[in-house]
């Protein structure tokens, strides 16, 4: 099963979709902001990517984190912090069988596809 992870309107995960789409890759995708994410999903994620690359420091939605929390990061308020920010994570997230991976590239899925 293939589950792309992310928001619709973001260009980034609309390439990934397209590019799934014009390849036959069928896929599900699961909008953050309509569909949610559990902890359970993304500590999965954190155990397998790291949650330095999941949390996007480059965004808006970091910079309107307050000074307090965006201190002393460590995985715990990372994950706390993306749980109740989920715009913050970098996307999409693709779950190809259980095997992550952050972001788009066509090189990228073409590796993986």
Not at 4 to 22: D, F, H, M, Q
Request: proline share 2%.
């Amino acid at each position: 099963m293939i589950t792309l992870y992310g928001i619709p309107n973001c260009n980034t995960v609309s390439k990934a979709r397209k590019w799934l789409t014009e390849n036959n890759i069928d896929h599900q995708f699961h909008n953050f902001k309509k569909d949610g994410l559990d902890q359970k999903t993304l500590e999965k994620w954190v155990s397998a990517l790291g949650w330095e690359v999941l949390l996007n420091k480059r965004g808006t939605t970091w910079r309107k984190l307050s000074d307090e929390m965006k201190a002393d990061i460590d995985k715990d308020k990372a994950i706390s912090i993306m749980l109740d920010n989920t715009s913050i994570i970098k996307r999409p997230v693709l779950n190809a069988n259980d095997t992550f991976h952050v972001g788009f590239k066509i090189e990228q899925y073409q590796a993986i596809f």
